[in-house]
T-cell receptor
């Protein structure tokens, strides 16, 4: 069964450094999402992406965040200058259709900012 | 603003016993409703979803959920719990008219006693 994959599984970085989290969505899916889950808290929506552009973003997704689909398979989340509070599990998801369609989640990347 | 409440942080049931996990949502219209399960170290797996139509929804692994508009609830049930059901369960809401972003509850951790 097709699945969403994410790399790396765990990323440790120093505060102020840039990180890129990578995702490979399911190949025929058209909608892509990033969520994050700070330890002990709920899963929070960051951004949705469709047709090579951001379709919606949350208040969390400020100027230090960016997303890109650099080729036909990868979907990346970049954090330009990491802060301690960016430490979280970051989940990528994809869906074939838009709102209401099932979102398939990857296993997540645990980001630790020191 | 939309919100999801899962009032039970942690529930313990005996294997073979029935299970009900509660979920209440706040939204001005009928949302899309989802239940996801997360096992340790894994991503979020969809159990079931409500889109429209029949308010009793069947999912994978023997789970079902009932949408009750009058109570703004979407409780998850299983008649007989198995040890492998031990995991964290998340209720999520998707707003019709959004770009697909999901609002999650804080989750309910299920432990299963032998």
């Amino acid at each position: 069964e097709p699945e969403v994959t994410q790399t790396p599984s765990h990323q440790v970085t120093q505060m102020g450094q840039e990180v890129i989290l990578r995702c490979v969505p399911i190949s025929n899916h058209l909608y892509f999402y990033w969520y994050r889950q700070i330890l002990g808290q709920k899963v929070e929506f960051l951004v949705s992406f469709y047709n090579n552009e951001i379709s919606e973003k949350s208040e969390i997704f400020d100027d230090q965040f960016s997303v890109e689909r650099p080729d036909g398979s990868n979907f990346t989340l970049k954090i330009r200058s990491t802060k301690l509070e960016d430490s979280a599990m970051y989940f990528c998801a994809s869906s074939l259709g838009g709102p209401g369609d099932t979102q398939y989640f990857g296993p997540g990347t645990r980001l630790t900012v020191l | 603003a939309q919100s999801v409440t899962q009032p039970d942080i942690h529930i313990t049931v005996s294997e073979g016993a029935s299970l009900e996990l509660r979920c209440n949502y706040s939204y001005g219209a009928t949302p899309y409703l989802f239940w996801y399960v997360q096992s340790p170290g894994q991503g979020l797996q969809l159990l079931l979803k409500y889109f429209s139509g029949d308010t009793l929804v069947q999912g994978i692994k023997g789970f079902e959920a009932e949408f009750k508009r009058s109570q703004s609830s979407f409780n998850l049930r299983k008649p007989s719990v198995h040890w492998s059901d031990a995991a964290e369960y998340f209720c999520a809401v998707g707003a019709r008219g959004s770009q697909g972003n999901l609002i999650f509850g804080k989750g309910t951790k299920l432990s299963v006693k032998p």
